[in-house]
């Protein structure tokens, strides 16, 4: 092992803890870091297939903002896991409240640290087909929870023209774009 952690204070616990985390390293040196914990997430591009559009949001984010970003953040629907919930439960359930569509199908894309250098945050990411009739309503997030989530249907040409631009800032988006973009190049034109 390259590293191993001595010991850990909680400096901050709120939303998300703070954990001041003690290291030892190889050669006899220590040294601390400070680890962001707020548990796993996941996120999922749901895509028409038929109609090659993508259900995605477009949602206020204040640590962006803060640091000089852009108002709203074009993101694919995603949320915390619940207390043992399976990823594939959270990425439906986000799906319905964020954007109104019902998923049957996911297909895993890949489980990955999100900001290692500072969050313990593992993300489970899927793509996800639905068809004009899996919609379940307006979606827009949950109100007690501040959301401000605008629900945007996009055609996935428009969806990558904004990548190669620059306009897809959120990365989970950005890998699921990709992703879908490499196992199906055909809803791109």
């Given at each position: 092992m390259r590293i191993?952690?001595?010991?850990e204070e909680t400096v901050y616990s709120g939303w998300s803890k703070i954990i001041r985390a003690e290291i030892a390293a190889?050669?006899?040196?220590?040294?601390?870091?400070?680890?962001?914990h707020h548990g796993d997430a996941v996120a999922v591009l749901p895509y028409d297939p038929q109609r090659r559009c993508a259900l995605v949001v477009a949602a206020p984010r204040a640590?962006?903002?803060?640091?000089?970003?852009?108002?709203?953040?074009?993101?694919a629907p995603a949320g915390m896991l619940e207390d043992g919930e399976p990823a594939?439960?959270?990425?439906?359930?986000?799906?319905e409240e964020e954007v109104g569509v019902r998923?049957?199908?996911?297909?895993?894309?890949?489980?990955?640290?999100?900001t290692p250098g500072v969050s313990s945050e593992r993300i489970a990411?899927?793509?996800?087909?639905?068809?004009?009739?899996?919609?379940?309503?307006?979606?827009?997030?949950?109100?007690?929870?501040n959301e401000l989530i605008e629900v945007l249907?996009?055609?996935?040409?428009?969806?990558?023209?904004?990548?190669?631009?620059?306009?897809?800032?959120?990365?989970?988006?950005?890998?699921?774009?990709?992703?879908?973009?490499?196992r199906r190049p055909d809803l791109f034109d």
């Amino acid at each position: 092992m390259r590293i191993r952690i001595t010991g850990e204070e909680t400096v901050y616990s709120g939303w998300s803890k703070i954990i001041r985390a003690e290291i030892a390293a190889p050669d006899g040196g220590a040294f601390a870091r400070e680890i962001e914990h707020h548990g796993d997430a996941v996120a999922v591009l749901p895509y028409d297939p038929q109609r090659r559009c993508a259900l995605v949001v477009a949602a206020p984010r204040a640590p962006v903002v803060w640091a000089g970003g852009p108002d709203a953040l074009i993101e694919a629907p995603a949320g915390m896991l619940e207390d043992g919930e399976p990823a594939e439960d959270c990425a439906r359930r986000e799906a319905e409240e964020e954007v109104g569509v019902r998923l049957a199908d996911l297909e895993p894309v890949a489980q990955a640290w999100s900001t290692p250098g500072v969050s313990s945050e593992r993300i489970a990411l899927f793509l996800a087909p639905y068809a004009e009739g899996d919609r379940t309503g307006d979606g827009g997030g949950l109100a007690e929870e501040n959301e401000l989530i605008e629900v945007l249907e996009l055609p996935l040409a428009d969806l990558w023209t904004r990548f190669e631009a620059g306009g897809l800032q959120d990365m989970k988006t950005l890998v699921l774009l990709l992703a879908l973009r490499q196992r199906r190049p055909d809803l791109f034109d």
